[in-house]
């Protein structure tokens, strides 16, 4: 542990306690070098409610709940719920983002449209067949630089590509992957190989249905980013053995046993850790 004030690494001796009516006892430290008094940093610090209660509302968002309904099942003020989406989403996508598994055999990609208040988002996605790794990426476009910034972000497949007809595919595929990955168009006759992908655009469908549009881009880019990392992360994946899938691939390890609100909160825990040592090492 560091010292939060003068970034000390210098041992710390226990000072008692910190007792509050709320949360009750906290370990007090005293820096040695500055002599200064302070507690450990956890997720709530500042803040009225408990890690339960934010990792429940977490969760009610993730599996396709209302901010307002969220607000009204578990008596927070809604504008709380936004705040707080927005604050362990941040969060959440510090610790996420760093994993991304480097090769796979097959990639699906697709894309789907969500309504903004004067224009359409399109949302391109793809997902492994292997270890069903999900990357979604928006973009105001529809186009082949978008198609093409998708690709590049995910895992690159050593086999194939299916993609549905759409012409904006053909170009990016050959010139990101190159000449030995075969690109698939799934149309007619083949139509059935794009069943995989079109299985998981639904549930991504259903996460963003309850919405009804979204007025800023930048939320609605940040509510399909949390979707993506409550895929790879935290839900259990049936083609994986009941196993979300970063937990297949060996990216993170979760307490045995972990539901998802205990998963969360391993996940925000250990990006607040990082979070706080790369602080540390800037000051
Ligand atoms: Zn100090």
Same mark, same amino acid.
């Given at each position: ?5 003068? %970034? ?6 226990? =000072?008692? +306690?910190?007792?509050?009516?709320? =949360? ?8 040695? /070098?500055?002599? =200064?008094?302070?507690?450990? !940093? ?25 901010? *307002? ?9 809604? =504008? ?18 760093? +994993? ?17 208040? @004067? ?22 476009? &529809? ?5 093409? @910034? ?16 759409? +012409? ?10 190159? &000449?030995?990955? %075969? @690109? ?29 549009? +979204?007025? /800023?881009?930048? %939320?609605?880019?940040?509510?399909? /980013? ?8 935290? !839900? ?23 539901? !998802? %609100?205990? &998963?969360? *909160? ?10 706080? !040592? ?6």
């Amino acid at each position: 542990m560091t010292c939060p004030y003068c %970034k000390a690494q210098t041992p710390l001796i226990g =000072r008692g +306690f910190r007792v509050t009516k709320r =949360r009750g006892k906290a370990q007090r430290y005293q820096c040695k /070098r500055c002599n =200064r008094t302070f507690t450990q !940093k956890t997720l709530v610090t500042g803040m009225w409610y408990d890690e339960e209660t934010v990792a429940g509302v977490l969760l009610l968002h993730l599996e396709g709940v209302t901010e *307002l309904d969220i607000a009204d099942f578990l008596g927070v003020c809604w =504008r709380t719920v936004e705040r707080w989406l927005e604050k362990f989403g941040n969060l959440l996508n510090k610790i996420c983002s760093r +994993f991304k598994p480097a090769t796979c055999n097959t990639l699906h990609s697709d894309e789907l449209f969500l309504k903004l208040l @004067h224009r359409f988002l399109y949302v391109w996605d793809s997902c492994t067949k292997d270890s069903k790794w999900l990357t979604i990426r928006p973009s105001l476009k &529809r186009n082949s630089k978008s198609a093409e @910034h998708l690709l590049q972000e995910s895992p690159r497949p050593l086999e194939a590509n299916v993609t549905d007809g759409a +012409f904006s595919y053909t170009e990016p595929v050959r010139k990101v992957h190159g &000449r030995q990955v %075969k @690109h698939i168009v799934a149309t007619d006759d083949h139509k059935y190989l794009n069943n995989f992908i079109e299985g998981v655009q639904s549930t991504i469908r259903r996460f963003t249905r309850p919405r009804r549009g +979204f007025k /800023r881009i930048h %939320k609605a880019v940040n509510h399909l /980013r949390r979707y993506q990392h409550y895929h790879n992360f935290i !839900k259990n994946n049936v083609g994986l053995g009941n196993k979300p899938p970063a937990v297949r691939l060996g990216f993170v390890h979760y307490p045995n046993k972990a539901n !998802k %609100k205990q &998963r969360i *909160l391993h996940l925000l825990n250990q990006a607040l850790s990082f979070w706080q !040592k790369i602080k540390h090492r800037l000051c």
